[in-house]
């Protein structure tokens, strides 16, 4: 029986299996740092549909059965799809997913979203309510960019501050732990406002809730940055990582050496134009399954926490003068049990 | 520990408790049968508030904090909340909860919400990962209209088998199982797609959805119909309920002796213009945190299946021409474990 600790803490009692995980993405994530990791890398934008939306929601597809096929899986061995990206509805997962004919329980925690399937997953895993649980999210930069700002061919202009959506889907399947990497423990995220309203400006917005979640995570099981070789938040980019290690530097906390944002992992800010950095639900998932968790797989990571952040913003809510609330998730993967 | 079925069924093993719940209302559903149920009815849609989207969050906010006092709770008892509703990005949810700080698992079901939360809130219960669990969702008439359909004042002619949103939200509270009304089951839905490309015909969209979970449900745990006194459908309306007794009437089943749809009970439809019946997300939470609930804690009811149904559609994807997905969730509730 996973143990409840406190304040939305969770230590799982066998643990869970990443058993298998696969990263779907476009052409300039492909041309990354990261590029030589990702299952599949699209030429295109369009992924051969005829609209962004359709584009997105065959990303999760291919992500989704890439993590079938390296899993040596069928859809039918999957006892529930945890999935939910950031399009009005979350239809890239509704409709990228609807011919899955499996248990969908559809998750919104806008760019957290990872983190927060993966916490379901891993504990459905744990507690044994069937077998194969799949965590699954993406992010399209075309379709986010014209649903949350302007529309593509517009050419807005993007501040410093502002961070670019990743075209990218990650799948991680889990099961009762057999061999790593081993979800051990979660921390659900609270919503968490720190009173900024530029939607060009998340990191600021989200770096608060990273800073909560991570806190609880490693107080409620007395846990120390250094017993960590990776703390990777979600997709702060460098306006939120910036505030994330002052906020723990005013607790005289230095987790500037084993911490990592998945918004800095993904571009090469040099040589790629994507300001602040990268963000999308599919940001993080595809770092998570394409980089943490074979790392942890091959022994190269030992202990890590996966705090993928969200910025819970409308344009509606944008527009009615509302800051904007953040939440973050908590995942800690070990490569032992 | 809880068992897994199949196909997405899990009995639970010790059981939940649904030990708190409330509904708030708006105005006309005050006006309707069930109007005597409620815990508050607002007089305007305004609730005080500028806007229709913060109106529908502070439903969000007095159902949490009805349901809490009800049950003698404070928010720092509550160990998740489980929330989501119509609203782009869940905006309803996250602004309505954004001052909880509590930790918060995002959902989005479309109208199916309630049960997905739920049977959520019900197995952590069953799990004891954590003391007490929120399950809340809303919808504002005012804030639906204008995101999925067309502006309030534009006064847009409705077909007849066009539902009327419900301005409501309901929270349940649940626990490690002690008094009724008892969880003692769930079966997470699938996507599952009717090719109903009419976005003013939801119940059709989702009759295949309530009608394929309610099977599994039913045959995963080798029940019946008459082995319930109550199986409420989440928002079918007139429509969806005529599609849902004939596909079960192909398979010489007859559920309409213990069938309603929630859509169907909140309001009067020869007094009240709502054409085919009630929907959103607060439709079928009010109807069970105010009527169904309670009269399973009276023993009125003895074995209920409520199978809140969703339609994943959103603006974006009906503009592509792309038919409405449907899920419906479904949680069994009894006065007896």
Redesign the interface.
């Known amino acids: 029986?996973?143990e409840?600790i406190k304040?939305?803490t969770?230590r799982l009692s066998n643990g869970a299996s990443a058993c298998s995980y696969a990263a779907a993405v476009g052409k300039m994530e492909g041309e990354g740092p990261l590029g030589q990791c990702f299952d599949y890398i699209s030429q295109g934008a369009e992924l051969g549909e005829?609209?962004w939306?359709?584009a997105e929601s065959k990303l999760q597809q291919y992500a989704f059965e890439i993590a079938l096929s390296k899993g040596k899986l069928q859809k039918q061995d999957i006892?529930?799809i945890f999935a939910?990206d950031?399009?009005?509805?979350?239809?890239g997962s509704?409709?990228g997913?609807?011919d899955?004919?499996?248990?969908?329980?559809?998750?919104?925690?806008?760019c957290s979203t990872m983190a927060?399937s993966l916490m379901?997953a891993s504990?459905y895993a744990d507690?044994?309510?069937?077998?194969y649980f799949a965590a699954i999210t993406s992010s399209h930069f075309c379709s986010a960019e014209r649903?949350f700002r302007f529309p593509i061919n517009y050419g807005g202009v993007r501040p410093p501050t502002a961070q670019w959506t990743a075209t990218a889907s990650g799948c991680c399947i889990t099961k009762s732990a057999d061999k790593p990497p081993f979800i051990k423990a979660v921390?659900?995220?609270?919503?968490t406002?720190m009173g900024v309203k530029d939607a060009n400006n998340m990191g600021a917005a989200m770096a608060g809730a990273a800073y909560d979640s991570l806190s609880r995570h490693m107080e409620n099981l007395k846990r120390t940055p250094d017993e960590y070789d990776g703390i990777f938040t979600g997709d702060l980019g460098q306006v939120g990582t910036d505030i994330l290690h002052e906020l723990f530097e005013k607790r005289g906390i230095d987790i500037s050496r084993v911490h990592k944002d998945c918004g800095l992992m993904l571009y090469d800010r040099e040589k790629q134009d994507v300001h602040a950095g990268g963000s999308g639900c599919g940001c993080s998932a595809s770092v998570l399954c394409a980089h943490i968790l074979p790392q942890i797989a091959e022994g190269k990571l030992h202990n890590v926490l996966f705090a993928a952040t969200g910025a819970?913003?409308?344009?509606?809510?944008s527009q009615?003068g509302?800051s904007i609330?953040g939440?973050s998730h908590v995942v800690e993967i070990s490569d032992t049990l």
Do not use: H, W
């Open positions: 029986m996973a409840y304040d939305g969770i005829k609209t939306e359709k006892s529930v939910g950031l399009l009005n509805q979350c239809t509704a409709y997913l609807r899955s004919d499996t248990p969908f329980i559809g998750l919104y925690g806008a927060e379901l504990l507690m044994r309510l069937g077998y649903q921390t659900a995220g609270k919503i406002d819970l913003m409308s344009t509606t809510m009615q509302e609330p939440i």
